[in-house]
């Protein structure tokens, strides 16, 4: 069957009586959206700040290909493993874009027998939180449209505006607009653009928010520009913009509670993307589940080098929190692309190019036991066309580098598949070997913190950055020196999204450099990146569909 024609078959539990059952929180603590998803109450959050934390293991993942390797899918596989085992688990995951839905990349909430329920739900409009990052974020850009109408106060320059709009939705036409045309009335003719939600600021700030206060300082620290003399900064406050962009976003806030097929519990909340944000769930409901049980399980979006950096580097230095444990995800099918055969080639057994793309994921495991002191088990989430040659191999050549791989067959199996990694990692947090650090010191200057990352995470020979950049750089130098740095590009690890397995020597380039004031840290745009994705020759879209019933098909 496929993800979806499993998803409609499961039988879940209603939420509230899940949450009573497993968490033991109060239905008053709980508002249901429906029978099967919930949002948590923030006085309960509040509540329960005290209580000492579980251990939490962060899923993440070597260099993503069309292959395909099924980071989410193994971040519930094993956290249902791991309640199998008689472990108080949470999972914490991220909420799915609609653009990735209907693009390329599909839904978000793991496949085959290691789901979130309920699939359609939280795929599409699931509880409202990105409708609502969306009206805060585009109330702002109404704001400033409006201020220059009504004679511009501020005196802000349009040439210097930061802040565009957004969609959830890819959509490449919307990259770079002109708006206001049509005369005096529509207001003052500028360039403008779209990006897309999980890239807006405002939400990466409800993911670093801890509480309603919090979140509405940081929307109000957001940086619109600057006024014509260069030298006045105009943040989101100075239009009085964020009291209602606060007001929009508050339930946002509020973590979502949903389950699942083995009607486990999990939040879902917050969505940024990896490669053009943060990528990592909000820290209130990583924060809140490390409270509620014994082990939280995790995910950060893309490879390591992407999402586990960020982790790391951003959430984990901004939450006070740290990671006891790291899956690596792998697959077999995954090193072959890396070790260049072509995807229609990838189920005929190929040790040689295992052996080459292997370096994808050496690369990988190295960054996180030597550069973070992460004690780091490798999963290999199993295929079907995976031989026993193969996966002995790749066994083989992760244990000759001191850690351990597992093959995972939680997909086909759920919880029962994925168990014995669930013995590893309790092994590992048993042993408490964590010597967990940062990249880099956060008084380090800019550059520096860019090319320690670059080098040491990537590969790079050193960094580069045009005139532009240099002077973007050196603008920030004073007032932003001692935030952490937030790098977008491609998949690879280079700016070259064609260059697969572990490239070296190579020079990662700058384009441009932004100030994220509200979220407090530096965005470093890298090759041609883009903060709108485009749709590709055929998209997902094209084939999801509903019938007379309501029922959906074709969403995965």
């Known amino acids: 069957m496929s993800d979806i024609e499993i998803a409609q078959r499961a039988t879940m539990k209603p939420i509230v009586g899940l949450a009573q059952e497993r968490l033991r929180i109060g239905e008053e603590h709980l508002d249901p959206y429906g029978r099967y998803k919930a949002k948590l109450s923030l006085e309960y959050i509040e509540s329960v700040k005290d209580w000492p934390d579980g251990k939490l293991v962060l899923v993440t993942a070597i260099s993503p290909t069309p292959a395909g390797e099924g980071k989410t899918t193994t971040t519930v596989g094993p956290g249902d493993a791991l ?89 490449r ?4 607009v002109v708006v206001a045309l049509g005369g005096l009335p529509n207001g003052f003719p500028r360039q403008d653009g779209f990006d897309i939600i999980a890239a807006s600021e405002v939400m990466a700030i409800l993911c670093l928010s801890n509480s309603i206060k919090e979140l509405r300082e940081r929307l109000g620290n957001i940086l619109v520009g600057c006024n014509r003399d260069d030298k006045t900064p105009i943040f989101a406050r100075d239009l009085k913009a964020h009291g209602a962009m606060a007001a929009l976003s508050k339930d946002a806030l509020r973590p979502n509670l949903v389950q699942t097929l083995e009607n486990n519990p999990v939040f879902i909340h917050g969505g940024p993307f990896a490669n053009i944000a943060h990528g990592c769930n909000t820290v209130i409901a990583t924060k809140t589940a490390m409270k509620l049980a014994d082990i939280v399980v995790t995910e950060a979006g893309f490879g390591a080098d992407l999402g586990a950096e960020k982790f790391i580097d951003i959430k984990c230095r901004k939450a006070g929190i740290q990671p006891d444990a790291v899956v690596l995800v792998a697959t077999v099918r995954a090193l072959k692309s890396h070790g260049g055969v072509e995807i229609k080639d990838l189920p005929l057994e190929n040790l040689a190019a295992l052996e080459a793309g292997f370096a994808n994921l050496e ?7 030597v550069q973070f002191g992460l004690p780091t088990v490798v999963a290999i989430n199993h295929f079907t066309s995976d031989t026993a040659a193969e996966v002995g191999l790749l066994k083989q050549k992760v244990e000759a580098l001191g850690s351990k791989a597992v093959d995972c067959k939680h997909w086909a199996e759920g919880g029962k598949g994925a168990e014995e990694l669930g013995h590893e990692v309790l092994r590992i947090l048993a042993e408490g070997k964590s010597d967990f650090r940062f990249l880099y010191d956060e008084h380090a200057p800019l550059w520096d913190k860019i090319k320690s990352i670059a080098t040491r995470i990537y ?22 020196s001692h935030f952490p740095v937030c790098i977008l590009r491609f998949t690879s690890f280079s700016a070259d999204p064609n260059l697969k397995g572990a490239p070296s020597g190579h020079v990662l380039p700058i384009r441009e450099v932004r100030p994220a004031h509200g979220e407090e840290f530096v965005v470093v745009i890298c090759g041609s990146i883009m903060t709108m994705p485009g749709l590709p020759k055929v998209p997902a879209a094209e084939r999801i569909d509903v019938d007379g019933r309501g029922k959906i098909s074709g969403l995965y």
């Not at 690369?363 to 036991?369: A, D, F, V």
Request: with cysteine; proline share 2%; glycine share 12%.
């Open 83 to 171: 309640k199998r085992l008689g472990k108080k688990t949470m999972i914490c995951l991220r909420e799915p874009a609609l653009g990735p839905c209907f693009g390329v990349k599909g839904g978000a909430v793991g496949g085959g027998y290691a789901q979130v329920m309920p699939m359609e739900d939280i795929n599409l409009h699931f509880t409202g939180d990105f409708h609502a990052v969306s009206a805060a974020h585009n109330l702002l850009a109404a704001l400033i449209g409006n201020h220059l109408y009504q004679g511009n106060g501020l005196d802000l320059d349009l040439r210097k505006i930061h802040w565009k709009r957004v969609i959830d939705m890819n959509d």
């Open 459 to 480: 590969g790079a020979a050193d960094i580069t950055a045009d005139i532009k950049a240099r002077r973007q750089l050196a603008q920030l130098s004073e007032g932003y």
């Open 363 to 369: 690369r990988h495991l190295n960054n996180l036991q």
């Open 173 to 176: 036409a919307l990259r770079e």
